[in-house]
């Protein structure tokens, strides 16, 4: 159910159901690149945390290092308070005893201070934002010189076969008004860094260095088709244009995502879809 004070809170719970394996497996890897740099008291923020998969491989590596006598902090940051909500819920139950806090704030204007951490994140996040160019400076901003950053991005979708399969035979779908009003929006911004030059140059350009972009491809598994569309249909993003059409129109979209999908399903029904994305790791630039 969309919530219109909070859209990413009225998905957080399908967000967290369905798509968190997804991102979970992506934010391990994200971590697992940078954890070799991070000091026993590092200071870690991770940006749009969401549900929380990038603090998952964090705790984990935190409670590990307070173990040995290490003083590290986790703070996960994300504009949605059901977003927030969460993380908490989950995370606190499962890292009772490890530093660590989660809040809402905008990502676009931090309410840190300058060179606050060590390391920052941002995984499927920074990129979406309205001003994205803003979100790099400000995680630039509070890390510390030599702090490093990772992040990840979505390829286009002309290459990448997860939106294909379940965007292609939806937007084909949709009734020609609907298209039209999408059209007109015109295109996400976040396709300008979905290749890795532009992505890049926009990262070094907002005060990084050694900026390093990797390809990754997984696999996501999601349970039934059922399972995708709801995750589509309440996405404040994509699910737009399902709301846009009425009760007979959304049928035909879903008749026309079951179709699409039948060849990725499984003999249990559950579907399996391949997931490109880029793996970004960078360090704030020296003062």
């Known amino acids: 159910m969309t919530n219109e004070l909070d859209p990413w ?24 690149l940078c954890e070799a740099r991070l000091g026993p008291d590092a200071q870690i923020l991770d940006v749009a945390c969401g549900s929380g998969a990038l603090l998952r491989p964090a705790l984990s590596w935190a409670e590990r290092q307070q173990a040995a006598g290490g003083a590290p902090f986790v703070v996960g940051a994300d504009f949605s308070g059901g977003m927030v909500a969460v993380s908490q819920r989950n995370l606190g139950r499962l890292h009772p005893s490890t530093r660590f806090r989660c809040e809402t704030q905008d990502g676009q204007a931090l309410t840190y201070a300058d060179a606050s951490f060590d390391a920052v994140f941002s995984c499927f996040g920074i990129f979406l934002f309205a001003d994205r160019l803003a979100g ?128 990725y399903a499984t003999p249990s029904g559950a579907v399996l879809l391949e997931a490109r994305c880029h793996l970004l790791t960078a360090r704030r630039a020296p003062a």
């Open 136 to 263: 790099w400076r400000e995680a630039a901003r509070v890390l510390r010189p030599g702090g490093v950053f990772a992040t990840s991005t979505w390829f286009p979708p002309d290459r990448n076969p997860m939106f294909q399969a379940q965007f292609g035979p939806v937007f084909e779908a949709l009734p020609e008004r609907v298209k039209a009003q999408h059209q007109q929006k015109g295109p996400p911004g976040w396709l300008r860094v979905a290749d890795a030059e532009p992505l890049r140059a926009e990262v070094t350009a907002a005060g990084f260095d050694e900026v390093c972009v990797h390809p990754f491809h997984t696999t996501l598994a999601l349970a039934s088709v059922d399972d995708a569309w709801q995750a589509m249909r309440d996405n404040p993003g994509a699910g737009g244009m399902i709301q846009a059409c009425d009760d007979q129109e959304r049928k035909a979209v879903y008749a026309a995502l079951r179709k699409g999908l039948a060849p």
């Open 9 to 32: 809170g009225g998905h957080a719970s399908t967000y967290d159901r369905v798509f968190a394996p997804l991102t979970g497996t992506v934010a391990r890897s994200l971590f697992t």
